[in-house]
């Protein structure tokens, strides 16, 4: 199995629609393909049914039935923690009383990898963000040892937040896949200036930069297939 580990500069740089046609790329593949979320923080009430939009998108693109079994997959193995109010994830978790462990997410995420070819996992909010007394989101990525794919949100201070995320990535010496730079606004100001000192100053592979706006079902004939797939990319 394969996979990545999408994580973000911050929260609202489009970590959801990255991930989104990533797996919209494995399913181009003819591979089976699975997100997870494995916190999330806004849910909302729809009908009989609380719902978070990143765990609802992440469902849309993926699969909806395991590999092996063909039965459905279980909410919570995608989303082992959601909760309510739009916050840091340990500060609704305190809320809620709920400790988040490591141990339940990694448990959902073993699950989830035996089931499907390539697994798309997607973080909360940036790098660094605390999850409870076990850690931050970056000791869950090693936890998980799949590639990171850190999303570099364009917009004014982009630039400091990008390469102190690569910093803190290359400190906890994570594996890497690259990154991938997302059109936040039609009209930025230096947008091109602010991608070549990214480029210069980040380490590779870059992945490709996501137009404003692109809906996940195009976003994936933007990303550099070989970079992420390796020069077998054209099987499939």
């Not at 109010?85 to 997410?105: M, N, T, W």
């Not at 936890?143 to 803190?168: K, Q």
């Not at 990535?169 to 991938?180: E, M, V």
């Amino acid at each position: 199995m394969r996979g990545w580990f999408v994580l973000g500069t911050d929260t609202g740089v489009g970590k959801s629609r990255v991930a989104c046609a990533l797996l919209e790329s494995v399913r181009r593949r003819g591979l089976h393909g699975l997100g997870m979320k494995p916190v999330a923080t806004g849910f909302f009430r729809q009908g009989d049914r609380w719902v978070n939009e990143d765990v609802e998108q992440l469902k849309q693109h993926a699969d909806s039935t395991l590999k092996h079994s063909g039965g459905p997959v279980p909410e919570e193995w995608i989303n082992p923690y959601g909760f309510e109010p739009p916050i840091a994830p340990h500060l609704a978790a305190r809320r809620q009383g709920v400790d988040i462990s490591f141990s339940v997410l990694h448990a959902a995420y073993r699950r989830l990898q035996e089931e499907t070819d390539c697994l798309v996992v997607e973080g909360a909010g940036g790098v660094l963000v605390p999850l409870g007394v076990e850690g931050d989101l970056v000791d869950l990525a090693q936890r998980f040892a799949l590639p990171v794919i850190l999303v570099v949100g364009l917009r004014l201070g982009c630039l400091n937040h990008a390469l102190l995320s690569a910093e803190a990535l290359r400190h906890r010496q994570l594996p890497w896949a690259g990154w991938i730079a997302n059109c936040l606004s039609p009209d930025l100001e230096e947008e091109e200036g602010q991608l070549e000192t990214l480029q210069a100053r980040l380490p590779g592979p870059f992945l490709g930069r996501y137009p404003y706006g692109m809906p996940p079902e195009f976003g994936y004939t933007v990303l550099d297939r070989e970079g992420l797939w390796g020069p077998d990319w054209l099987v499939g």
